[in-house]
């Protein structure tokens, strides 16, 4: 059943990561993405494992939920570890690990590869993590929120939150039309599921037609509601939603930033000092 | 599903009569997740070729998983279902086969139409059920008349230009051009005004009386159920609660009202006249008959 | 006193004809009517008949091709004065799912006070008081596709009334839910109307129209009859003739009454028609 499919992947809780301002949540998210690529050895990678756990056991997230996400990238991951495993030389005077012809792996290969991949699915359970506490609705304020300063610059800020936000709120009727369209048509015996590539494509219009069409309906009921509801753009506009910092913001931003400056600044001590061998491998 | 009772099923015999037969059918969407949600239990019913059944319950009742079943839009997990002859509990019934016999009109149908003409529209199941090209514009042209339609007007024109009630018949015709034998509609009057609701039933109520078409009604509307219908199912919370003729149904009038639905006016009229000594022919359901019963009533006390 | 006024009002819409030339379609025509505020009035007809284009007049959504709308005496085709019509009438459409603007009930309530620039604690106020008036306060921070169409369309009701109306106008508001869901919505616009607020229904369930305080009967874009629902109700030519029909128990105690039974014209309790009956009959 499609609409039993919740969109986006909120998790709902009460725990101290919910409960974030989700502004300070997106910034620390970015933060931690950019961090991750700061990460030069497997000892620091070491320490972010036992942080990102700490977070996602704060936030009292399934682990499971977490990895999930993971499956989204699975390609991307295998193809990035077999170009760095097959393609990386090794370092000067580095004896070939197994070699058939030209194909010569070296264990720096293995190593860039598994921090790749390291990094990568890092880089997307920090943001399942932002994603699963933070509700779409959150999220879209939070852009807003974060790009306001853009106004000035004429960028339409509030017009680029409000089509998120419609969007959001459209998507589960859209769904359940597209069920029952998809219904409808096979029960006049369409068929989705066999033919070639052309025959497949073709029998999509009976579908996406009547999406269109119905797409253009809705709008226009939309637009009436909206204009009835004397909606004029963003002149003069207020909001209900205020954002407001809690301690919950200080401390977990506190620890965020701690951790990452922390990072950073082994990430410049090593490549000042070489010799600390532990930051390198 | 288990093999044991496989074979359990294997030894029942349907009866001839029946166009939809159904044993204990059971249904959960998302089996095995936290989202488990029982939408049938264990529903058990024979739907006889030639009835008029009208299906009634809320949002939730299972009435519309039920439905669905019907023509395996829904795959059957547990249980027996046999439409038409055809066993469509196995792991590969032949949809095509079923499809065709089995039309089925959901809510607010109009919004499926895409084609660029009524024609290609109505022609559109034909093409799939594999009907040759000659054939289908007689069909649809059989098909566009039979829902009062005029065939050479409507036929070029876009489906999208036509006022909601017509492109209701379009979609209608659409369904009805394969011939099926057994009709399920989804609330097809929703919407109408009291005009185009008349003209549907009388439309749905013709193909019953005089094609011999099944017809199977999903309806909100129990003045249109009583008046209509020669059977009613009741669901609630996935299971068939009543299973009776309207006028014996809709006399339970406690029970009707605690499950959240209307006793139809005329019913309501007939059962205060019962309660007080006076007979009302089981048939007469409409303003009209009605009203004649008790005219016969006057004049029997009269005399 | 009147608070919407329709003089000599047409509107035509932009139509195809038939050899693809571009042509026009009656949406109304020399419609002339008064609604006076406090009343409850039905506005009904066959669909496509100009209900919902006489709808869409009195909130400036469409502006007449000829004759005037005021609003509060504001004229609906001067730009200036559309913010201010919008705000003393409020507007419910057929689809509740077509009019969510937000995914969070309490949101989408307060997208209105929200486009008025009322300030935040404000907006607050007006939010949990349109909710606590369609009795769907406890539901604010909901989503709103797992309600029922019943308690959509009250949603909807609040959205209008945090703009702090005048007139509601429920356009179709009942055609796509079940009779469940049409009490609910029907309750709410009597309670509303209880407290004040004037109520434009439009419907084609006649059954809707029993407890206005006026009908008004369109056929082909043009008023053919105000009255009361009990003058509308004994007219049966009038209703046949745009396609409509009294609710079945009226027109069963009409046809009785006339028949020489001793039963009020108007009664719309089937069960206490009945009981006249058989008191008739044992006579």
């Known amino acids: 059943m499609f609409r039993d499919v919740s969109f986006g992947q909120y998790y709902p809780g009460s725990s101290f990561v919910h409960k974030m301002d989700p502004r300070i949540k997106l910034v620390l998210t970015l933060l931690f993405m950019v961090g991750i690529f700061f990460v030069q050895s497997f000892a620091v990678f070491a320490f972010v494992t036992v942080f990102l756990l700490a977070i996602i056991f704060i936030a009292r997230l399934p682990l499971r939920s977490v990895l999930k996400s993971i499956k989204g990238i699975i390609v991307l991951l295998v193809l990035t570890s077999l170009l760095n495993i097959f393609f990386t030389k090794g370092v000067e005077g580095e004896e070939p690990l197994w070699a058939w012809r030209k ?37 879209t304020h939070a852009v807003e929120s974060l790009l306001k300063p853009l106004r ?23 769904i359940d039309e597209t069920d029952r369209i998809i219904r409808a048509q096979k029960a006049r015996g369409a068929d989705f599921d066999t033919g070639g590539l052309i025959k497949r494509a073709k029998a999509f219009v009976p579908i996406l037609i009547p999406l269109l069409v119905g797409g253009f309906r809705r709008a226009e009921e939309l637009a009436n509601a909206m204009n009835s509801r004397c909606y004029e753009g963003a002149t003069k506009r207020t909001c209900m939603r205020v954002m407001k910092l809690t301690w919950r913001d200080f401390v977990g931003g506190f620890v965020v930033v701690a951790f990452f400056t922390g ?16 930051l390198y491998y | 599903m288990s093999k044991s009772e496989k074979v359990t099923y294997s030894s029942v015999t349907v009866p001839e009569n029946a166009a939809i037969f159904a044993q204990n059918l059971d249904f959960t969407y998302n089996p095995k997740s936290p989202f488990a949600k029982r939408a049938l239990k264990d529903v058990t019913v024979t739907v006889n070729k030639g009835e008029f059944v009208a299906i009634v319950g809320h949002t939730g009742s299972g009435k519309t998983t039920f439905v669905q079943h019907l023509n395996a839009l829904i795959r059957v997990q547990k249980g027996y279902l046999n439409v038409l002859g055809q066993d469509i509990s196995i792991k590969k019934p032949d949809l095509k086969a079923l499809r065709q016999k089995i039309g089925m009109v959901f809510q607010y149908p109009e919004y499926q139409l895409f084609a660029d003409t009524v024609l290609a529209d109505v022609c559109f199941g034909l093409k799939n059920f594999g009907v040759d090209k000659d054939k289908r514009e007689q069909m649809a042209k ?16 876009s489906p999208f230009d036509l006022s909601g009630g017509e492109k209701r018949r379009v979609a209608l015709a659409g369904v009805l051009a394969m011939k099926p034998q057994i009709l399920v509609m989804d609330e097809p009057t929703a919407g109408l005004d009291p005009r185009g609701k008349t003209e549907i039933l009388t439309l749905v109520k013709k193909l019953n009386r005089e094609n011999g078409v099944t017809v199977i009604m999903v309806s909100h509307d129990m003045n249109e159920v009583y008046e209509n219908a020669d059977r009613v199912l009741v669901f609630g919370d996935g299971a068939i609660v009543y299973d009776r003729t309207p006028r014996e149904l809709f006399k339970l009038e406690k029970e009707i009202e605690a499950m959240n639905l209307e006793v139809p006016s005329m019913a309501a009229f007939c059962n205060e006249l019962e309660r007080r000594g006076f007979v009302i022919d089981e048939n007469c359901k409409t303003v009209d008959e009605v009203f004649a019963a008790v005219m016969a009533l006057k004049e029997a006390s009269d005399v | 006193m009147e608070i919407i006024r329709l003089d000599n009002v047409s509107y035509y819409y932009k139509a195809y004809n038939d050899d693809g030339t571009v042509g026009s379609a009656v949406g109304v025509e020399g419609v002339t009517l008064s609604i006076e ?3 409850f009035v039905a506005l009904v007809g066959h669909n496509g008949c100009g209900k919902s284009t006489l709808a869409k007049l009195m909130n400036g959504l469409l502006i007449p091709k000829s004759g005037t709308v005021t609003v509060n005496g504001l004229n609906t085709a001067d730009r200036d004065n559309i913010f201010e019509i919008r705000k003393n009438v409020g507007m419910v459409f057929q689809n509740p799912d077509n009019q969510m603007v937000a995914s969070i009930v309490e949101e989408d309530v307060a997208f209105g006070p929200e486009n008025l620039g009322v300030p935040q604690p404000e907006i607050v106020e007006r939010v949990y008081e349109a909710l606590e008036q369609v009795g769907m306060a406890e539901y604010a921070k909901s989503s709103p596709h797992r309600l029922s169409g019943g308690q959509k369309q009250r949603i909807a009701i609040a959205g ?52 206005c305080d006026s009908v008004v009967v369109m056929d082909n874009g043009h008023v053919v009859r105000v009255g009361t629902p009990g003058e509308i109700f004994e007219d049966s030519s009038l209703l046949g003739n745009v396609g409509l029909k009294a609710p079945r128990t009226i027109a069963l105690a009409q046809k009785l009454a006339d028949a020489g039974f001793d039963v009020p014209r108007d009664q719309r309790d089937a069960g206490k028609l009945g009981g006249d009956v058989c008191q008739s009959l044992k006579k």
């Open chain 1, 152 to 174: 000035v610059r004429k960028f339409p800020v509030h017009e680029f939150a409000l089509i998120m936000s419609l969007t959001l709120s459209f998507i589960p009727s859209l």
């Open chain 1, 103 to 139: 194909i010569e792996i070296y264990v720096t290969g293995l190593k860039q590869a598994a921090k790749i991949f390291l990094r990568l699915v890092y880089l997307v359970m920090g943001s399942s993590v932002l994603t699963l506490t933070t509700t779409p609705v959150d999220l």
């Open chain 3, 37 to 39: 505020e406090g009343s």
């Open chain 3, 160 to 211: 209008a009334l945090a703009i702090r109306p005048r007139v509601l106008v429920l356009d179709e508001s009942t055609a796509m839910l079940d009779p469940l869901g049409r009490r609910e919505v029907l309750d709410v616009a009597h309670k509303l109307n209880v407290g004040g607020m004037t109520v434009v229904l439009i419907t084609h369930f006649m059954e809707e129209v029993l407890d």
């Open chain 1, 263 to 278: 990072v950073f600044l082994l990430y410049g001590m090593a490549n000042k000092w070489g010799n600390i061998i532990w």
């Open chain 2, 142 to 157: 059989d098909a566009l008349e039979l829902v009062g339609l005029e065939f050479d007007k409507i036929k070029e024109k």
